[in-house]
């Protein structure tokens, strides 16, 4: 029946009957309490009139004294004293007058009359009347008789009274406690009866639940399911029987999910057959558009490098910039390729940060330059110099973002800002750096930017058709910030410009001594300097700068606003010109500051813009007057060495146009480096590009068309270098370069450079675990195929023939300079850090060893790459290829095979030791 009711309607019933005995025990004990209390109340009322009966006994024992005492002293002390006594008395009389009014009357009666006779007694033994005062006395001793005996009869019946209520009260109480220890007893028992009763009709049911889902989580699915009741309980065992019958239905379709797994496991390994064949095919794909782009590219190449009419250059120029805009969007769309495989990783190396901004800035001033755009960048004091991350990855999402805003911008300016979230407060180990690029362009409507993000995706199709591109920039930038730990996003307003901006978390990595651009210049402390520029931007970083370095600086809008202030009087010691303004232009406003009546003979700085040739003319800038012209964005490195050079009285100079040129083709190099070469490819353009290349470098150079012939040419007589492709018929590259290593012991076999059109993830590093010794991508760039050449003949490396001699301990002096003035031209600093390496040296050369015969992959190629990075920067090139080859080696796991390296490491770590201490001799 109570199957039917809620466990919480029974719990309630319960709580209510519990409580409700509980009310009334209390309720009767509560009565009989009261009743007790009024027991005692009457007992206490019986004691307080027999204390009263006490207290009038003693008072009148004090009143027989005191009359005595009169009767016999005559004092008047003893006269007061008995009427102090009397009123005593009749006080205590008066309060047991309602209680016992007779006898209190009869008392009263007699007190008079003793205390009448008492007196009387008083005045005749006074009068010395003595017989009458002894009479007298005698009289008094019947009327004390009669009180005695009147107030000994009230204190007995009063005494009497007190005794039978105090009893009355106690028997009362004793049955009182007795009741209601009998009715909480009976209470305790039935609440006990009814809880375990009403548990049990919880428990029982919830246990037989309990069992038979335990048979069933056991595999026994036809275990019978209890009752099911109404209550929650109930509940439970209709859910459960649903859960077996789900079981149940599971059970059935076992058979059906064996068979989707096999079909999910089948549509995988399809997926996973896709993805190859994607690979696959942009990998053949990069070969078969990079291999005729090779011969385009380095044919034009070649052509421009000779004597062209105008005309004829330009068409050739035209060849050659449509060729690279196409390597661009193949770049970009193997790049994006990498991303979706999840195959694109990332470099954790210590680098420059403004170095590598400003090379970005470098590479698209020319381009904002010919649109008339200002180019400018602020690097905030707070950011680091140096931080770990990847240089290449980020310069690309930077130039992106630059090359979209000049794209998108026709008049105006764009501008690079660099901050550090967090300020001077920010961590010291790590920091998130804010990276924000501003332009004053077409801007992008709400609704569109939603979509910038997406692959193949511009903000329009118009914009698209108009401006060109693949739309994969912002996709594949979008990603390689989320590499780096940050985020990108934009804000816009059409017709006012658009704000991209993403950030970057990177360790900090330890500072170069160098000099600091950030700090005060004492050597320029209030230095005036007129800064004059129609862009307010430009304005404000040049004054902020100025401020920086302790100057004062004022800023002028324009030429009218600048010629005012010195024709007020205002005194300079420098003046900074744009060149490009409206109404006039630096030229003019250089001329009409000598015209006026009080020139002042201070030096004139020009701001200008690569696009524009005649800006570096040598001849007009003399005429002007100019001491220095630096192209925009300005890099402050750049401006201070021109504040400091006018500033300390050195010679003034005009720094030349820099033109964004093609290599110088060095057609030294065979004098320098003597090598018999092998260039090994199938395809004819390239064999006849790759003949040209050489030869202008001073090489001649045998040509095989495949792996076999390779092989045979090896036989017919040695070679120091093969130039080796790597997709080609009958034997490819990679199979020609495992036989020769197979067949030539180390010392008497070539060096192999890689050369392909392949550019997949992964492909640089198994050509060098295949035994290459380096690599270089199609189409060839005459600068990357001399340092391949540099990397693999600089070192005194031995042919088949007779040995090669280099001088012993050289170092790139090009690497050694650029370590100098990167440490500001420190040559104790130099000199400390060419001893740190010296210290370090020896234990990497050791650790390398050590990671070979412990078979530590991970721990080769750290030491690898740790002494990797210190020969590049002391142009240690052959020992920086063969750490890069162990770095590929220990990356692959394949820790034998590094043996023989590490080996030449050590060798070749003794000889740049000895040029490097002979640095320090020096």
């Given at each position: ?13 319960l ?32 004691v307080?009139e027999?204390?009263?009966?006490y ?23 003893s006269?007061?004293n008995?009427?102090?006594?009397h ?14 009014p ?5 008392i ?7 205390r ?25 001793q ?7 005996a ?9 005494e ?16 009182a406690v ?10 305790a028992?039935?609440?006990l009866?009814?809880?375990?009763g ?16 335990t048979e069933?989580t ?6 019978p399911i ?5 209550d929650?309980i109930g ?23 064996r068979e989707?797994?096999?079909s ?8 996973m057959?896709?993805?190859?064949a ?5 990998a053949s794909?990069?070969?078969e ?24 250059a330009?068409?050739?120029?035209t060849?050659n910039?449509?060729a ?12 994006f ?23 970005a ?15 400018a ?14 240089p ?21 300016e764009?501008?690079?800002t660099?901050?550090?979230?967090g ?52 996709a594949?930038?979008?990603r ?10 934009v804000?816009?307003e ?6 991209f ?7 900090v ?19 005036r300097?007129?800064?004059?520029d ?10 902020r ?6 100057m004062?600086?004022?800023?002028a809008t324009?030429p009218?606003?600048?010629l ?7 005194r300079?010691?420098?003046a900074?010109l744009?060149?490009?303004m ?10 009409a500051?000598?015209?006026l009546?009080d020139?002042q ?10 696009g524009?040739a005649?800006?570096h ?13 630096m ?5 402050p490195s ?10 300390l009285?050195?010679?003034?100079r ?33 064999q006849?590009l ?11 150079a ?5 792996g076999l012939?390779?092989l045979e040419?090896l ?15 009958e034997m ?12 030539y012991p ?9 050369v ?7 492909d640089?590093?198994?050509?060098i ?5 380096d690599?270089?991508?199609?189409p060839?760039r ?18 088949m023939?007779?040995?090669?001699s280099a ?11 650029q ?9 104790a ?10 210290d ?17 992959a ?11 990075g ?14 890069r080859?162990?770095?590929a ?8 095979a590094?043996?023989s ?12 030791e000895?040029?490097?201490k ?5």
């Open positions: 029946m109570l199957g039917r009711v809620s466990i919480f309607a029974r719990l309630a019933f709580a209510i009957v519990l409580l409700a005995a509980l009310i009334g025990s209390n309720a009767y004990l509560g009565q009989r309490l009261s009743r007790n209390a009024e027991a005692i109340a009457q007992e206490v009322a019986r307080g027999l204390r009263l009966a207290s009038a006994a003693a008072r009148f024992g004090e009143l027989k004294y005191w009359l005595s005492d009169l009767a016999v002293s005559l004092l008047m002390r006269e007061s008995a009427n102090a006594a009123d005593a008395l009749m006080a205590d009389l008066d309060a047991l007058e309602p209680m016992a007779d006898s209190v009357a009869r009263r009666k007699e007190v008079a009359a003793l009448e006779q008492a007196f009387l007694a008083v005045d005749a033994y006074s009068q010395d009347q003595r017989v009458l005062g002894n009479s007298l006395v005698a009289q008094g019947s009327h004390i008789l009669n009180v005695d009147e107030l000994g009869a009230l204190v007995d019946r009063l009497a009274q007190a005794v039978t209520t105090g009893q009355d009260a106690l028997t009362s109480a004793n049955s007795t009741r209601a220890t009998q009715i909480s007893v009976v209470a028992v039935l609440g009866l009814l809880t375990l009403i548990i049990a009709t919880i428990t029982n049911p919830l246990r037989r639940v309990m069992s038979a889902m069933i056991g595999g026994n699915l036809s275990t209890p009752d099911a009741g109404r929650e509940v439970m065992s209709r859910t459960l029987g649903l859960f077996r019958d789900s079981l149940r239905e599971r059970e059935a379709l076992a058979a059906k999910q989707l797994v096999t999910l496991a089948e549509a995988r390994d399809e997926a057959r896709a993805t190859t994607k690979s696959q095919f942009l794909m990069s070969h558009i990079r291999t005729p782009m090779n011969g385009i590219i380095g044919m034009s190449n070649l052509l421009l490098d000779t004597d062209l009419p105008p005309e004829q330009e068409f050739a120029r060849i910039d449509s690279e805009s196409l390597l661009t969007i193949l770049n970009d769309i193997l790049d390729s990498k991303v979706e495989a999840g195959k694109l990783d990332l470099e954790r190396v210590a680098f420059d940060l403004r170095e590598c901004i400003e090379g800035l470098d590479l698209v001033a020319m381009a904002a330059g010919k649109k008339g755009l200002d180019l960048y602020v690097i905030e004091t707070e950011v680091p110099q140096r931080i770990v991350s990847d290449t990855r980020l310069r690309q999402v930077l130039l992106n973002l630059l090359n979209n805003a000049i794209k998108f911008t026709e008049k105006g764009v501008v690079l660099v901050g550090r979230e300020g001077a407060a920010a961590e010291v180990d790590d920091c998130t750096l804010r990276m924000t690029v501003q332009d004053t362009g077409i801007g992008i409507p709400p609704d569109r930017i939603g979509r910038l993000f997406q692959s193949f995706t511009q903000a329009d199709a118009s914009t698209t058709r108009r401006f060109g591109g693949t739309g994969l920039g912002l594949i930038s979008q390689l910030v989320s590499l780096m730990g940050g985020e990108i996003g804000t816009s059409p017709g006012k410009g658009s704000s901006s993403f950030t970057i978390r990177a360790p990595a330890e500072q170069i001594r160098a000099v600091r651009i950030n700090e005060a210049r004492p050597d320029l402390e209030g230095r300097v007129l800064i004059v129609d862009n307010t931007t430009n304005g404000q970083i040049l004054t700068q100025c401020e920086i370095w302790s004062k600086p004022t800023y324009g009218a606003e600048a005012v202030l010195l024709r007020d009087g205002q300079f010691d420098i900074i744009d060149m490009h409206p109404d006039m232009d630096g030229f003019g406003l250089a001329q500051i000598r015209d009546p020139p003979p201070m030096p004139l700085i020009l701001l200008s813009s690569l524009h005649g800006d003319d040598a001849g007009a800038l003399k005429t002007a007057g100019f001491a220095e012209v192209a925009k964005p300005i890099k750049t401006l201070l060495n021109a504040l400091l050079t006018i500033a009285g050195e010679p003034a005009v720094l030349p146009h820099r033109r964004m040129d093609r290599p110088r083709i060095d057609d030294q190099l065979a004098a320098e480096l003597p090598a018999r070469i092998l260039l090994a490819d199938d395809h004819p353009t390239n006849k790759g003949g040209m290349i050489l030869k202008r470098l001073g090489y001649r045998d040509v095989a068309g495949n012939e390779v040419a036989e017919r007589q040695p070679y120091d270098l093969i130039l080796m492709d790597i997709e080609m018929p490819d590259g990679v199979e020609t370069t495992r036989r020769i290593i197979a067949t180390e010392g008497k076999r070539p060096k192999i450079v890689a392909t059109a392949n550019a997949m993830e992964g640089r590093e198994r050509f675990a295949a035994g290459m010794s690599y270089v991508s199609k060839i005459v600068e990357a195929l001399v340092r391949a050449l540099r990397a693999c003949l600089d070192g005194g490396l031995e042919t023939g007779e040995p090669m001088p012993e301990g050289e170092l790139d002096p090009k690497a050694l300079a370590l100098l003035d990167v440490i500001g031209g420190d040559h600093a130099f000199r400390e850090l060419v001893q740190s390496f010296l370090d040296g020896p234990g990497l050369v050791n650790g390398l060893a050590a990671a070979v015969e412990a078979n530590d991970d721990a080769l190629r750290r030491a690898a790459h740790t002494l990797k210190s020969a590049t920067d002391f142009g240690a090139v052959a020992l920086e290829a063969l750490c080859e162990i770095e080696i220990g990356r692959e796991g394949e820790v034998a590094a043996a390296r590490v080996d030449a490491v050590m060798r070749e770590y003794k000889t740049v000895m040029g490097l002979g640095l320090l001799v020096a």
